[in-house]
């Protein structure tokens, strides 16, 4: 099932935004879910994720961590990506998928996502 994530725009360095993911179809608190990005010219990568079995446990890329946080909105049946202190680097295409695999303590594209509609995120310096 893809994901679609939204909520993405144009932000000066030092700014804030806050995507969410949805899925009309499925009940995300059921699902483990993370969030990557692609930045123009690299690789997806991932940023941060949310694991179910381990009761929600949140697990950040080193990039991020620290500035980003994810957390459910089960109201809205969303995952929700806040994003402070955004810096130029930050830039790029974000996505969510079902997945969350770690490795050494950090998420990672474990290649076998399912990727919908991604949001664009630029920061400005």
């Known amino acids: 099932v893809q994901l679609q994530a939204s909520g993405g725009g144009l932000v000066h360095s030092g700014g804030s935004l806050r995507l969410s993911c949805a899925a009309p179809?499925?009940?995300?608190?059921?699902?483990?879910i993370s969030w990557f990005r692609q930045a123009p010219g690299k690789e997806r990568e991932a940023v941060s994720c949310i694991s179910l079995p381990e009761g929600d446990r949140t697990y950040y890329s080193d990039s991020v961590v620290g500035r980003f946080t994810v957390s459910r909105d089960k109201s809205q049946n969303t995952l929700v990506l806040q994003m402070n202190s955004l810096k130029p680097e930050d830039t790029g295409v974000y996505y969510c998928a079902t997945s969350c695999v770690i490795v050494r303590g950090r998420p990672i594209v474990a290649g076998h996502e399912t990727w919908g509609r991604g949001t664009l995120v630029t920061v400005s310096s």
């Open positions: 179809e499925l009940t995300l608190e059921d699902y483990s």
